[in-house]
């Protein structure tokens, strides 16, 4: 997975109001990424599985003062958004 996207921090280490939408906020950019390098690696996170490329994304994303599970939620929502917003193209 190439790592040309920083994932911002979390504002603070608790939890706060907004934080899981901070947490999507920061991911997006590398999801992004990701869904242009390695469609088959978005499939498997809308189906909630993780592949090797969103492991290093979500640990990447545990580095920057994330938690694991909060980061794989979020890069699975935005699969399901990326896929959905790819759908309305043909609509």
Excluded: N
């Amino acid at each position: 997975m190439a790592e040309t996207h920083a994932i911002s921090r979390p504002r603070a280490l608790s939890d706060y109001p907004g934080r899981e939408a901070d947490c999507v906020a920061a991911l997006r950019p590398a999801v992004a990424e990701l869904a242009e390098t390695s469609q088959d690696s978005i499939v498997a996170a809308m189906g909630g599985e993780m592949t090797d490329d969103l492991l290093a994304l979500a640990r990447k994303a545990e580095k920057a003062g994330w938690r694991f599970e909060e980061a794989s939620d979020a890069i699975e929502k935005l699969a399901r958004e990326y896929e959905g917003a790819k759908g309305t193209i043909f609509d």
